[in-house]
């Protein structure tokens, strides 16, 4: 990013491959120094795993590459400190690990999300998140599910709250929600 632009925030929703990430990569490819922040944990899935070496393939090999699965907030200070541009890639599995690590402590759950968006309202340098939209489908049968998809529709709707920009992926094409996509960005 030109060192004369200010820190923004950018987030990219989006269904199951939406091109969400494609248009996040393409975002911060504008950058010199860029950190990709992966919230996968890795697991023994070869799925996740072969999605996860996809996704690195994809990056430019001079991009720093951090996984942090639950501290976005402190990752985001402490990393934008040394990047133009940090994205992170993506808050639905953000969303999991917290389920996961915070189970019904629901205090706990919201000091994560309260601590990302005051980070991104602080932070160093333009962050780009990536998420998927999970409230356009059916219902899950299960509380857990339930639980998850209203979890990530929070945390989509306060980091929307806090972003400067706001795209909406849809068969690979972007939709402004809030916000402009540069031309540089989609000609």
């Not at 993506?90 to 205090?107: I, K, Q, R, Y």
């Amino acid at each position: 990013m030109p060192e004369h632009q200010s820190a923004t925030v950018t987030l990219v929703l989006g269904g199951v491959r939406s091109g969400k990430s494609r248009l996040a990569q393409r975002i911060a490819e504008r950058a010199e120094r860029v950190t990709f922040v992966a919230t996968a944990e890795r697991h023994d899935d070869a799925e996740m795993h072969a999605k996860i070496e996809r996704h690195r393939a994809d990056r430019p090999p001079s991009w720093a590459t951090i996984e942090e699965p639950l501290y976005l907030a402190r990752t985001i200070q402490e990393a934008g400190k040394d990047s133009d541009v940090l994205l992170i890639d993506c808050l639905t599995l953000f969303a999991s690990n917290l389920l996961e690590s915070c189970g019904e402590n629901a205090e706990q759950l919201q000091s994560h999300i309260d601590q990302l968006c005051l980070a991104l309202s602080n932070a160093p340098c333009s962050v780009i998140l990536v998420s998927n939209e999970v409230g356009s489908g059916v219902v899950p049968a299960y509380q857990l599910g339930r639980r998850f998809r209203d979890l990530v529709g929070e945390i989509n709707q306060r980091v929307a709250s806090a972003a400067d920009s706001v795209f909406l992926m849809v068969a690979g094409l972007p939709f402004p929600l809030k916000g402009s996509i540069p031309a540089e960005v989609w000609s």
